[in-house]
């Protein structure tokens, strides 16, 4: 059964109400262990493709590395870390689309950035120790609100709150090897944190507090981060609701390793671990003829504090109504090399009353971003004795702003403004949406559901620094998904759902105003090009929404020894957004419209318990993902045509199998993973290709007998057992290094 909810206790709690007179008889609460803030699918119930990750898992494999890590052994995930060991900032791809397609989000409030679409993960870090239970839907429309999904949705459910206090104390040391022919080893990741629970309080209240801190230098030469994180929340129960509020975030420092490497450093320990924010190699690839390192002064500093109000309220034995309100502000800046940029780029000179008589040099400029999302997120749900029905809202605003300023730079004039900002404007997002949820009982076996979505998406730009354009693009979609689920046995179901989904294109796509400074153009019609000055037409956008056509069937087994499931899914896209080929300053691909693009593919996922303390379970996808239609236009204005390639990003085989040896007080697990090779462009040239690669890890953890009532967990981790080489993602001709071998050991102490 469809369902929005969020793991809240693990057991009933009975408690007295403060404050009852003597002789009362005493209130017994049995606390739901369901709380709702976000979609869930149930087994058996829902016809929808999906994986859960509980809060075993979570905590046998989660130490320090970020989410998109933790999901990655699911089906047809993949990850990547620009840094290179997982900490900092990652990246996740859902049967080959990228995280701007998929729908993440947190007790049900959206995570994608409603400008960028991306997910910046590095904004919660270590939410995984606060969190119960993770949900990926995989397909078309798997989320009720949000940005409708093209790959399928991730829901993050926190749940830190217990009924017994305790004070837990949590301390990890990360070693890396590092070395051409002799290994050494060196301490560069570490992590603190302290968390405290309350349990019960006067029989209706919870608290916990978790503060932590995550430090580590990377992989890659200057990538290090400094991640500060707390995780404050209260919870009250009464009669017929719940009241919950949530205070989550962190402020984060790292250095920039946004831009990948050419293919041949792979092979060398010393050159795989540069960080370079340009380079060129000879006609032979295998050899550089320019390289600029990036410099140490190019860092980031960022916060993202989170404000969530969730409120659950039975109105009646049928009817429960579900309020959700957040409130989040993020505000920071980067700062990156910019020696390439001359006066008018950074718009110094006589007409803009700045005179210089050279271009400055060793620049380094500053952009800022600063938002501000608010929204409100109300769903009643209606028992009508055949099923269930949600009908439900979504109503998010989001604004921006956006400039740049320089930040160092040799050769500027004298009494030059250091606050000069020679681009800034304001951005902003009105997003509104409806929807109605049906999962219907035809008979005892068969279980029917319906959804349909009616999204408004407005964005906005304003207040241009010179250049002076404004526009106002709205967008409606609506987007349907009908399914049916059949159990034959107790143990077997199956299940068909189809559904169409459409989805805006970022606002970068549209018009990239913070790169307007180098060149970058609004993509809308032009009108007229007369007296000097372009002019559009803000109603004609030359960039498409995506449309997708999803069919998906599965069939799934479950007993006491083995689970497992099979699913096919057939997507047809028109106006796909695929990788051009090309990359901007920041090494982000840029994106265009594919006429018509198609996706098909097969997933298998098992668990299969081999004797009473060993369990081995795997996954594996078959896919085949290329371009129906697809013309693009090289720079002499010449048609390239590229029907029939792959589509970049998307690998045709991915496979994860697990061992585990778990009794009451030890956990061995060794996972392998192998990711076939992809394309990193469209134009299917070999060495524009990430090359398959198999990568092991081990985890452990033993928790020591209590003594005096105390708790001592260790842990221990072994990544990358075999110190392969390997990339883990490229764009066009740049890739992504994986750590070698590394280590890490921590202490969990429980009061």
């Known amino acids: 059964m469809m369902r929005l909810m969020v793991v809240v206790l693990p057991l009933f709690a009975v408690a007295t109400l403060a404050g009852e007179k003597e002789g009362q008889r005493d209130t017994v609460y049995q606390l739901s262990p369901v709380i709702v803030t976000g979609t869930q699918a149930k087994e058996r119930e829902s016809p929808v493709t999906f994986s859960n990750l509980g809060v075993r898992d979570i905590r046998e494999r989660y130490s320090v590395q970020d989410i998109p890590v933790l999901l990655s052994e699911l089906p047809s995930i993949t990850t990547y870390s620009e840094n290179g060991n997982g900490i900092g900032y990652n990246y996740i791809n859902l049967r080959g689309f990228d995280q701007r397609r998929i729908s993440v989000m947190i007790n049900g409030v959206p995570q994608n950035d409603p400008e960028d679409h991306n997910v910046y993960w590095v904004d919660f870090p270590d939410l995984l120790a606060s969190t119960e239970n993770i949900q990926v839907q995989r397909g078309a429309g798997s989320a009720f ?167 659950d309220w039975k109105l009646s034995p049928r009817a429960i109504l579900h309020n959700t309100l957040f409130y989040y502000t993020g505000d920071g800046f980067f700062d990156y090399d910019a020696s390439w940029a001359d006066t008018s780029m950074l718009r110094l000179g006589v007409q803009y009353g700045i005179p210089v008589t050279n271009n400055p040099t060793n620049t380094l400029v500053r952009a800022f971003v600063g938002n501000k999302q608010w929204g409100w997120l109300p769903r009643i749900e209606l028992d009508h004795g055949s099923g269930t029905l949600t009908l439900g809202a979504e109503v998010r605003f989001h604004r921006s702003t956006h400039w740049g300023r320089i930040q160092f730079a040799e050769g500027l004039p004298h009494n030059f403004d250091p606050d000069y900002h020679f681009y800034e404007y304001n951005g902003e997002k009105d997003i509104l949406s409806v929807y109605a949820h049906e999962l219907y009982r035809l008979d005892e076996r068969t279980t029917l559901m319906g959804d349909v979505q009616i999204v408004r998406n407005r964005y906005g730009i304003k207040n241009e620094k010179y250049l002076g354009n404004r526009f106002s693009v709205p967008y409606v979609f609506v987007n349907p998904r009908f399914g049916v689920n059949y159990n034959f046995t107790e143990e077997w179901n199956a299940y068909v759902s189809v559904a169409y989904t459409s989805r805006e294109p970022r606002l970068k796509n549209l018009y990239a105003a913070e790169d307007s400074w180098f060149g970058r153009k609004p993509l809308f019609k032009v009108i007229d090009t007369t007296a000097g000055r372009v002019r559009y037409d803000f109603d004609e956008p030359l960039v498409k929404p995506e449309r997708l056509y999803n069919l998906e069937l599965g069939a799934r087994y479950s007993s006491d020894a083995a689970t497992g499931g099979v699913s096919v899914y057939w997507m047809e896209f028109k106006d796909e957004l695929v990788k051009s080929g090309q990359v901007d300053i920041f090494g982000s691909p840029v994106t265009g419209n594919a006429e018509r693009t198609r996706h098909i593919g097969v997933e298998l996922d098992g668990r299969v318990k081999l004797t009473e303390f060993l369990t081995l379970s795997g996954t594996m996808t078959l896919s085949r993902n290329w371009l129906v239609r697809y013309t693009v236009y090289d720079k002499r204005g010449r048609a390239v045509v590229l029907d029939g390639n792959p589509v970049a990003g998307f690998p045709d085989v991915l496979g994860n199998l697990r061992l585990t040896y778990r009794t009451d007080d030890f956990t061995a697990s060794v996972l392998t993973k192998y990711v076939g090779s992809f394309y990193t462009d469209n134009f299917k040239r070999e060495d524009h290709k990430n090359d398959a690669y198999v990568v092991a890890n081990l985890d452990l953890t033993y928790a020591l007998p209590v003594w005096d009532g105390i708790r001592v967990t260790l842990r221990g981790e072994v990544r990358n057992i075999l110190n392969n080489l390997y990339f883990m993602n490229g764009e066009g001709d740049a890739f992504f290094p994986a750590a070698e071998r590394n280590y890490l050991f921590g202490v969990t102490l429980q009061l």
Not at 190 to 204: D, H, M, Q, T, W
């Open 145 to 311: 609100y949000g940005p409708p999904a093209i790959g399928g949705s991730v829901n993050i459910i926190t749940n830190p709150f217990r009924m017994q206090p305790s004070v837990t104390f949590e301390a990890m040391a990360g070693f890396q090897e590092f070395g051409d022919s002799t290994a050494r080893l060196v301490l560069n990741t570490r992590k603190y944190a302290v968390a405290i629970n309350s349990g019960l309080v006067e029989g209706r209240y919870m608290f916990y507090g978790r503060l932590g801190k995550i430090l580590s230098d990377g992989y890659r030469t200057n990538a290090y981060v400094n991640f500060n994180s707390y995780f404050l929340g209260a919870i009250r129960f009464d009669e017929n609701m719940t009241t919950r509020v949530h205070f989550f975030g962190g402020p984060i420092e790292d250095g920039l390793a946004y831009y990948g490497l050419p293919k041949f450093v792979d092979e060398n320990k010393r050159l795989r671990r540069q960080n370079l924010n340009y380079w060129k190699v000879d006609s032979t690839g295998r050899a550089y003829t320019y390289v600029q390192p990036r410099r140490a002064q190019e860092i980031e500093n960022f916060s993202q504090p989170h404000y969530e109000l969730i409120h």
